[in-house]
């Protein structure tokens, strides 16, 4: 599983593409949504990426999970464009885009390790060498960033459990400071790693980063204060 337990496990079609043609397919996939502008077209590319999960071997659960994050965007973007743009067919079209990328998006992200990723967004990187960019750097930041997400969902649901295990309700404001400590705290913990192995001199150690085998977790929930 990749590091921010996105990527599922498989042997489908799309797990044994690489992901630069992946990628590329989303690409002009979206390129050739915009330009078409066309609610049929846009409605078969909803979809054929909802056929698409099953045939690859990902369970349709995963596109209904998207959907259902997805869902209330989509209503107000549909009520939006009928009640104030009079124009209700634009906004299936939309909602059908914006559905069929998201959904596509996802697959390959559910089917391409991070590691891949990276190395991919590192290669790109290599020809603004000459201008004075580092690869290494690139994909080093690519990876910290990638690394943050869970840890910022990891400390609201620490600090959630901290401030349920006080007794507390109805006054939601107070999980943004423990929120905001516990992430500073990390950010801490993390420069001193980074530190520590020399990376802030030398980023050839980046695969050590990716593994985020030393990084910092969240505190636990009982030590939260708000």
């Known amino acids: 599983m990749s590091v921010i337990g996105l990527y599922v496990p498989g042997t489908g ?7 630069a043609p992946k990628l590329l397919a989303l690409l002009v996939i979206g390129a050739a949504l915009l330009i078409a502008a066309n609610l049929w077209a846009a409605l078969g590319a909803l979809a054929v990426s909802l056929v698409l999960y099953p045939a690859v071997g990902l369970h349709p659960r995963r596109a209904l999970g998207v959907l ?5 965007f989509l209503l107000a973007i549909g009520v939006f464009q009928t009640l104030f743009a009079g124009a209700w ?5 939309l909602c059908a885009q914006l559905a069929a990328l998201v959904l596509l998006a ?4 559910l089917t391409t390790r991070v ?4 190395d991919l967004f590192e290669r790109l990187a290599r020809p603004l060498r000459r201008v004075g960019v580092n ?15 869970p840890m910022v969902a990891t400390a609201w649901q620490a600090a959630r459990e901290g401030y349920r295990a006080r007794g507390l309700s109805g ?3 107070l999980l943004v400071v423990p929120v905001i400590v516990q992430l500073l705290r990390m950010a801490d913990a993390t420069g001193e790693a980074l530190v520590a192995r ?5 980023t050839s150690t980046r695969e050590d980063i990716r593994t985020h085998e030393d990084l910092p977790t969240p505190a636990d929930p009982r030590t939260c204060r708000d």
């Not at 079609?13 to 992901?19: G, Y």
């Not at 067919?89 to 079209?93: C, L, T």
């Not at 690139?138 to 990638?146: E, F, H, R």
């Open 13 to 19: 079609p799309l797990h044994r593409i690489a992901a």
């Open 171 to 173: 006054r939601p404001h």
């Open 68 to 72: 259902r994050v997805l869902w209330p």
């Open 106 to 109: 996802n697959a390959v992200t």
């Open 89 to 93: 067919e634009e906004g299936v079209r």
């Open 115 to 118: 590691r891949e990723m990276l």
């Open 198 to 202: 020399g990376i802030d001199e030398d």
């Open 135 to 149: 690869p290494d750097r690139v994909a080093l930041v690519l990876a910290l960033t990638i690394r943050s997400i």
